[in-house]
């Protein structure tokens, strides 16, 4: 006999319907005696339908729920959208389409073509991030981190994309280019909102003891975070403020024959002298229209003016000249350097460039005495280190730091390249940052009980490139009253970055249906 050739328009919607109906793949939380949590990335509706890469995702993380599901596990496998991002509005301005709207049809889209693979997602638990049910909650996590201090507002030198007119995180720019649409990113000077993760930067390196992550995704965060261990030393500028730099290298100190500042250091303006004054505005004039990436690449040459102001060298007290350069940066360290040319790259190839001198502290192998033809960053003994020759230049980080530390001129210190979130964005699509400006009492943030500070309809949601949002062009939104005093007040008009909506759904996900907590603490620890 012939078997019957298999019809998947028949056979499937057959089957997803009773599995449907039986709610074979719902899980009672509560109950649940062998909980097992079967987490994946939800997807973000920035295109018309899911494309193959949700599939190839979602195949393996349905195949292995399944499989625990075959082991007894009672297998909780939720899923939603993380529908708010300048992602989908992109998308929206690209098809010239409302993301109001859009969002909700390409939502449902998504939905049927994810059921139609077969997949055991439990619906009746999804989350979409840009309904207020949860966006309140996202709002409500900003005000914690607002009242616990880790939200700030701050002005500081941000990356602008010319194209999404908007600023980026330091993790959205790849390259010197933006994430989302591959434009040069340039930079911009303005008064943004920042979460304070820098504050968390050593309890993340020490959860990684604990995270069953790949080491390649170790590696990666490690560098992202570029903790450095050395020291704060103090330089008194002759005539000027005390200008602490710093350095992973105090054994070096003794060799440090100019300090370099960048161009936005506050202290440029004091120590430059009135001859060498003008040279050095229009030298940070030029810089400021630099990217950071440029201004910090290795194979550029390395630019720099003299401010004609000196420092004293805090261990040989010598008088060493003060330069202004661009491939030093305000918001690394301390925004100056002790240049070192001997014993770094960079400041032997600045030293050379600009005949700087360049003295030997830490002695390579078989060294005798002769110049060096290239810089020495290895270890070695000390040398011209008065007190601390001889002594192998490991320990005398540490010697040196401790000597500084007593003569009030230095202590031991740790950096990190990480740097704090930059989550406002001058767009449409995401949760306005819940947050009122009153003349009279400042900054307020919005009392609880009166989220969501809902997203308006905007019918020309366009960014203008003006740096405020189009939020900032609606008087019904802007215009308030201040919780506080009850004076007029005015909104923030940004919003907040996807990454806020999409770091905490999973804890949503098994309190989804409930409207007065954004997630039950019990309950998401069981799960
Ligand atoms: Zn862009
Ligand atoms: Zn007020």
């Given at each position: 006999m012939q078997p019957e050739p298999y019809d998947p328009r028949a056979i499937e919607p057959k089957w997803q319907r009773i599995w449907a109906q039986t709610g074979i793949y719902r899980v009672d939380l509560l109950r649940a005696r062998r909980p097992f949590y079967n987490l994946t990335e939800f997807p973000y509706p920035s295109a018309e339908a899911l494309h193959v890469g949700h599939v190839y995702t979602y195949c393996g993380a349905d195949t292995y729920g399944r499989y625990r599901r075959m082991l007894g596990d009672d297998v909780f496998q939720p899923t939603g959208f993380d529908a708010f991002g300048i992602h989908s509005e992109n998308y929206a301005l690209h098809v010239g389409r409302h993301p109001m709207e859009l969002t909700v049809e390409n939502t449902a889209r998504y939905r049927r073509q994810m059921e139609e693979l077969g997949t055991l997602f439990d619906w009746t638990y999804a989350v979409d991030t840009s309904r207020p049910e949860y966006y309140r909650w996202t709002q409500w996590i900003f005000l914690q981190l607002y009242n616990a201090g880790l939200a700030y507002r701050a002005r500081a030198p941000v990356n602008w994309c010319p194209t999404c007119l908007t600023v980026l995180a330091n993790e959205q720019v790849i390259g010197g280019l933006c994430?989302?649409?591959d434009s040069t990113v340039v930079q911009r000077e303005m008064e943004q909102w920042f979460l304070r993760i820098t504050a968390y930067a050593d309890r993340l390196l020490a959860g990684h003891a604990e995270a069953d992550f790949p080491e390649v995704t170790v590696t990666l965060q490690r560098n992202w975070i570029g903790r450095s261990e050395g020291a704060e030393i103090v330089f008194r500028a002759v005539n000027g403020p005390d200008i602490p730099v710093f350095t992973t290298r105090p054994d070096t100190l003794f060799g440090a024959t100019y300090l370099v500042l960048a161009p936005e250091h506050p202290a440029v303006a004091t120590v430059s002298t009135p001859e060498q004054a003008p040279l050095v505005e229009a030298y940070a004039a030029q810089a400021r229209t630099k990217r950071e990436l440029e201004r910090v690449a290795a194979e550029r040459e390395k630019t720099g003016i003299f401010t004609g102001g000196e420092a004293i060298n805090?261990?040989?007290?010598e008088r060493i000249p003060i330069w202004v350069a661009d491939y030093v940066l305000m918001g690394y360290g301390t925004g100056a350097i002790m240049a070192v040319p001997a014993h770094d790259e960079r400041d032997y190839a600045f030293a050379r460039t600009h005949g700087l001198p360049i003295r030997v502290v830490v002695a390579p192998p078989g060294w005798q005495g002769e110049p060096l033809e290239a810089a020495y960053t290895g270890e070695g003994t000390l040398v011209?280190?008065?007190?601390?020759?001889?002594?192998?230049s490991e320990e005398a980080r540490a010697a040196i730091t401790r000597w500084l530390a007593e003569r009030g001129q230095g202590r031991p210190a740790v950096t990190y390249r990480l740097r704090d979130w930059l989550i406002s964005r001058q767009r449409y699509w995401g949760p306005p940052i819940p947050i009122i400006y009153c003349d009279r009492c400042g900054i307020v943030p919005v009392p609880e009980e009166d989220l969501p500070v809902r997203l308006p309809y905007v019918r020309?949601?366009?960014?203008?490139?003006?740096?405020?949002?189009?939020?900032?062009?609606v008087p019904e939104f802007v215009n308030t009253t201040c919780p506080q005093c009850g004076g007029p007040a005015r909104r923030e008009t940004d919003v907040s970055d996807t990454f806020l909506d999409s770091s905490w759904y999973f804890l949503r996900y098994p309190s989804a249906h409930r409207q007065d907590v954004p997630f039950d603490p019990e309950m998401t620890r069981k799960w």
């Open positions: 994430e989302r649409c805090p261990a040989t007290g011209n280190s008065g007190p601390f020759d001889g002594m192998p020309d949601f366009r960014p203008k490139g003006t740096g405020v949002s189009p939020l900032a062009m």
